[in-house]
T-cell receptor
């Protein structure tokens, strides 16, 4: 079974430029998540989708970050304009979804991609 | 979400058991205890989870205190490939929030030959 695919793996840009990251979740997974991981810290949730609807974007800096999940499959995370503090690894994860309790998904586990490492100079 | 407390780092010798502790004194009755680990340059991966009873799988064992205020992830024989950051996360089974994982800083496990 193919895992969560992300691209690009690495990106270097200058501040005030824009960048976009792409994520292809595991086939059939209803939920999709974007996380930001700054060096030395645990991943921080930016946004989560259920199919093509946003469940929670409370931690997404909406003045510069945007994300969409067209047709409930692939997703794109965009940053414009980028700041130095946006340097991080951006992780995408997917899961089978919710709609009741965790008993509907025995482990409820999330599957993560390898991440996209962004360096802002 | 209830918070967890883990040591910043631990060290183990190869082929010895490793006990990774996690405190979660404010855990609620509907919180599952999940463990994920993150190998260098990779995304986190699921290890194990439990509610009240101890759990075993091919990767590890999870021992949960009777009062559920703490738990321990047990790696029975550490290998060099087990060197990673281990995250203990509480997840509310009744949440309608999409079951997002809220990561702390985790425990960085160093395994030496």
């Amino acid at each position: 079974e193919a895992g969560v695919a992300q691209s690009p793996r690495y990106k270097i840009i200058e501040k005030r430029q824009s960048v976009a990251f792409w994520c292809n979740p595991i086939s059939g997974h209803a939920t999709l998540y974007w996380y930001q991981q700054i060096l030395g810290q645990g991943p921080k949730l930016l946004i989560q989708f259920q199919n093509n609807g946003v469940v929670d974007d409370s931690q997404l800096p909406k003045d510069r970050f945007s994300a969409e999940r067209l047709k409930g499959v692939d997703s794109t995370l965009k940053i414009q304009p980028a700041k130095l503090e946006d340097s991080a690894v951006y992780l995408c994860a997917s899961g089978v979804g919710f709609g009741g309790t965790l008993q509907q998904s025995p482990t409820g586990e999330l599957f993560f991609g390898e991440g996209s490492r962004l360096t802002v100079l | 979400d209830a918070k967890t407390t883990q040591p910043n780092s631990m060290e183990s010798n190869e082929e010895e058991p490793v006990h990774l502790p996690c405190n979660h004194s404010t855990i609620s009755g509907t919180d599952y205890i999940h463990w994920y680990r993150q190998l260098p340059s990779q995304g986190p991966e699921y290890v194990i989870h439990g509610l009240t009873s101890n759990v075993n799988n091919r990767m590890a064992s999870l021992a949960i205190a009777e009062d559920r205020k703490s738990s321990t992830l047990i790696l029975h024989r550490a290998t060099l490939r087990d060197a990673a950051v281990y995250y203990c996360i509480l997840r509310d089974s009744n949440s309608n929030s999409g079951y997002a994982l809220n990561f702390g800083k985790g425990t960085s496990l160093l395994v030496t030959p």
